[in-house]
């Protein structure tokens, strides 16, 4: 039995099929989730998993949306807390005066900075959303946000110099 | 919008451009019945126990080694029979490995163990060691051994597997456990195997995996070896599963020397730190690299050391002002609130946040005029032991630390 069956008859919302919702969500949060983690792998699974738990809730979800946005977002904490900490081994590998295109090097930069702030940063600058959404994105109290992103900008401003 | 943030913008886009699905609809329905979250903690016990069984081989390669004294080599001279309870009897009980066992006081020296089985390249600092002054070499050691495994290997085959590295037991007897014939060892039914001057037991309780050896020139060596085995008494409770700090450090940013595990994990402070300008919140804990100003040490076992120092500025309250910059993304619990904890002779404050797979245990203290904080993060159950152990190693020497 495919998923849009299974839905079309138990998984409702609102007129709404778990199938439909995927769809209009998937790409979006994958690529969230990339910006967020650096990596499409990781990020799929992240993604993967967090409609997984949509999925499950679907018949008691009033707002699957912001729901699965969290999920996403707290998945992507969870990801870069466990990697963060084997990253710190990692510049006794690396090469740090090899040649690198900018764009490696704003990933590098991205990839160093505390997890709140870099989402701070994607929230803003590739969402585009305002500090109060960027809050309640991450949950957070609306003055954390400025600060957060002031201080991811100006540790790239720094090692960019 | 400045140069960077145009820049950060077109980056976030080009590379949320490129951002492909890997997932479809049935792939979610699929993952329902899969789902299920990842034991972390029964990974890092299993890391562990791989560790500790690689020492334990190699350790009692060691005793092998040792034991095989100058009559075992001649094949035909053995010493005759001297039982060990003819003299006065001593107990040992090992710091590391959660048992005891009795030794013959006359002539016998007694080698505690100093490591982690398997943490150390010298095999033998995982093995308490009685040098029985009997042509035999007693040896015993332990590893963690949680009970279940998720591939479904027997208690038997999770020993072969451990003791089949050489860099745990290089010169084993190769027998299978399963195989081996049956000992008991306080009450726990274990197995033994015997083979050219040497005797290896090994027994499983109170979810550790216990290793005894005895490398011999004697022609009686299994009663020997039985009447040692005789006065074991297993303590599994009182094991140590973090490794023995044997390195020390002095930090030439922060004022202070301590000792650590050296496995390449030391990451000394390139900056000063700086909590009134550079405040620490939560997420800094999680980033990469270290905290600014902060020496660190990855230890590969689940806990991660920091700490850094910084003067204290003139007529603050220190409790307000630790409260304010320095923990104000901590564990939550005001510093006069805090449990109390010594360091180098001063008196400081200890608290513990027990979050999920994210623990954390951050120490202050006050000594010349600086701050001190030594903070561990970790996933481990015996994490305020292990803080302990380090904290019993720090010299605070804030004259020493590089100023501004």
Not at chain 1, 45 to 50: I, L, R, S
Not at chain 1, 85 to 100: G, N
Not at chain 2, 135 to 142: E, I
Request: hydrophobic fraction near 40%; charged fraction near 25%.
């Amino acid at each position: 039995m495919v998923m849009e069956e299974v839905h079309s008859t138990v998984g409702r919302l609102d007129g709404v099929a778990f199938g439909d919702f995927y769809r209009s969500e998937l790409d979006g949060q994958v690529r969230r989730a990339v910006l967020l983690l650096g990596s499409n792998d990781l990020a799929n699974d992240v993604v993967h998993d967090a409609f997984i738990e949509v999925y499950r809730r679907w018949d008691t979800l009033d707002e699957p949306g912001p729901y699965l946005h969290v999920a996403v977002l707290n998945r992507c904490r969870g990801v870069h807390r466990q990697r963060s900490r084997h990253l710190r081994l990692l510049p006794r590998l690396i090469d740090r005066d090899s040649p690198a295109s900018v764009g490696e090097h704003l990933d590098d930069l991205l990839a160093e900075l505390p997890f709140n702030q870099r989402a701070a940063v994607v929230l803003r600058f590739y969402a585009g959303l305002t500090t109060a959404e960027i809050a309640g994105e991450l949950g957070c109290a609306p003055g954390s946000v400025g600060p957060w992103i002031n201080r991811a900008l100006a540790k790239m401003r720094k090692a960019l110099q | 919008m400045t140069d960077l943030e145009q820049q950060l913008t077109d980056h976030l886009r080009e590379r949320a451009a490129a951002a492909t699905p890997h997932y479809d609809l049935e792939a979610v329905e699929a993952g329902l019945s899969l789902y299920a979250p990842v034991d972390l903690d029964r990974r890092r016990r299993r890391r562990l126990l791989t560790a500790a069984v690689v020492g334990v081989a190699a350790a009692v390669a060691l005793v092998v080694a040792i034991a095989v004294v100058p009559e075992a080599q001649d094949g035909d001279a053995v010493t005759p029979v001297t039982e060990p309870d003819q003299d006065p009897m001593t107990t040992f009980v090992s710091p590391r490995n959660g048992f005891s066992v009795e030794y013959p006081e006359g002539g016998a020296t007694v080698t505690p163990a100093t490591q982690l089985l398997g943490f150390s390249q010298q095999v033998d600092d995982g093995f308490d060691v009685v040098e029985t002054g009997l042509a035999a070499v007693f040896k015993g050691a332990s590893t963690e051994l949680p009970d279940g495994d998720p591939d479904g290997d027997s208690i038997d085959e999770r020993v072969d597997e451990y003791l089949s590295d050489d860099y745990v037991l290089p010169d084993g007897c190769g027998v299978p456990r399963s195989q081996q014939a049956e000992i008991t060892i306080d009450g726990e039914s274990g197995r033994i195997s015997e083979c050219a001057n040497r005797l290896e037991a090994t027994v499983v309780a109170g979810g550790r995996l216990y290793l005894f050896t005895m490398t011999h020139g004697r022609s009686d060596a299994r009663a020997v070896f039985d009447a040692f085995v005789a006065t074991i008494d297993l303590r599994p409770e009182a094991a140590v599963d973090f490794p023995g700090l044997t390195t020390t450090f002095v930090s030439p940013t922060n004022g202070f020397s301590f000792d650590y595990p050296d496995r390449g994990g030391l990451a000394p402070a390139t900056e000063l730190w700086d909590p009134v300008n550079d405040q620490l919140d939560d997420n800094d804990y999680d980033a990469y690299p270290d905290p600014e100003g902060f020496d660190g040490v990855e230890t590969g076992l689940g806990a991660y050391f920091l700490a850094a120092s910084t003067p204290i500025p003139d007529g603050v309250s220190i409790d307000e002002w630790v409260d304010v910059y320095v923990l104000s993304g901590g564990c939550g619990v005001p510093r006069s609130q805090q449990a109390g904890i010594t360091i180098d002779g001063q008196s400081g404050r200890i608290s513990e946040c027990a979050e999920p797979q994210r623990g954390r245990i951050e120490a202050t203290v006050v000594a010349g005029g600086r701050l001190y904080l030594f903070t561990l993060l970790h996933d481990r159950p015996d994490a305020r032991a292990f803080f302990d152990a380090w904290v019993a190693t720090i010299d605070l020497r804030p004259e020493a630390a590089a100023v501004p």
